[in-house]
């Protein structure tokens, strides 16, 4: 699958498609954890009726339909991201291809890649432009062909808890703005790059996220990061932390408190996957999971005492304040 480019540019060679395996740290890893938390979530979700793993917008309203805060959620991050008819626009991350279905709906030309095998194969049936890639990884053929870049929940796996202990997180951080920087054609109006990330108030040690949930205290802020790690794979930025990683490339122009809408998604997922598991259809699914759970034992494992067990996953957006912050925002290019 090549990119198609604008009729004024000669066609580009086709993109180097790197499979997901552990790679070299100082530029990062495409972590065999977060492939394999995907390749369970990539099962489990969909056969639970949840075609998108990121936060829906409520808006105030706790009772709006999730299908509506999803499909609202796309909308307004395609118009922060400057997107219209004729918009080419890059979804780092892209899931199942919500934000590239929306974006085609605009007229716009998008293209999404993911670590993820089994999100490249159902997105490909739905007739979507999705490549396996890791934005790490993308060769110079990619510089300049969009006017917008989406990473909608995806940052959260660019940075590993190795790499915060020996301190690469901020290079990590600096080397996704340069790559987003040169990804986007510098004559084009919009030149956007659209965040959606969860981050901490204050940074936490590492070291913890890196040691088993064993040993802490059952229920305690250390516990639930470690379950998260093992389950997820990934580190979070500290609030401003990416802000002054962007500079020089990005200039940041707005920024959204999403957490209440993201713990209500999260609520609307607990109660959904545990519905669908404990009703007649449950047992197809755990049938038909069988060889998710084969091929990724640990993994799957690992999943589901996070987020069924201990509920590790919601906890993060609980309470005042609560122990994480999901922050939308739109980064302005900086020539």
């Keep these: 699958m090549t990119i198609n480019n604008p009729p004024t540019r000669p066609a580009e060679p086709r993109p ?75 979804d780092i991350g892209c899931g199942y291809g919500r934000i590239l279905k929306a974006a085609a709906a605009r007229g716009a030309r ?61 290079r990590i951080y600096r080397h996704m703005f340069a790559t987003v ?36 205290p059952w229920g305690s802020g250390q516990f639930h990061f470690a379950r998260l790690t093992q389950a997820f794979g990934g580190w979070y930025p500290v609030r401003g932390q990416l802000e002054a990683c962007a500079q020089g490339y990005f200039t940041l122009v707005h920024e959204e408190d999403g957490t209440e809408d993201y713990r209500l998604t999260s609520e609307a997922w607990l109660a959904g996957v545990r519905r669908r598991l404990r009703s007649v259809r449950g047992l197809g699914v755990w049938l038909r999971a069988l060889p998710v759970a084969v091929r990724h034992p640990v993994a799957t494992a690992r999943m589901f005492r996070c987020q069924l067990g201990s509920e590790s996953w919601n906890w993060q957006f609980h309470g005042d304040p609560a122990p994480t912050l999901l922050l939308r925002q739109t980064w302005q290019r900086v020539n």
């Excluded at 917008?57 to 999803?70: C, I, K, L, S, V």
């Excluded at 395609?78 to 997107?83: E, K, P, Q």
């Design 16 to 90: 180097h498609r790197v499979v997901p395996e552990a790679r070299r740290s100082g530029r990062g890893l495409t972590a065999p954890r977060v492939v394999a938390c995907y390749s369970v979530l990539d099962y489990f979700m969909p056969a639970c009726g949840f075609d998108d793993l990121t936060d829906g917008m409520f808006e105030g309203d706790p009772h709006r339909p999730y299908e509506a805060t999803q499909a609202r959620q796309a909308q307004v991050l395609l118009d922060r991201a400057g997107c219209g008819p004729g918009s080419r626009v890059l």
């Design 110 to 170: 998008a293209w999404g890649i993911t670590v993820s095998p089994e999100q490249v194969t159902r997105g490909r049936r739905a007739g979507l432009e999705v490549e396996l890639q890791d934005y790490k990884h993308l060769g110079r053929e990619w510089d300049e062909r969009f006017d917008a870049v989406i990473a909608n929940g995806s940052i959260e796996h660019f940075v590993q808890p190795a790499d915060a202990t020996a301190g690469r997180d901020d």
């Design 181 to 216: 920087h040169r990804l986007l054609d510098p004559c084009s109006q919009a030149g956007r790059f659209v965040t959606t990330v969860i981050h901490v108030p204050r940074r936490p040690d590492p070291n913890d996220w890196l040691r088993p949930p064993s040993d802490f």
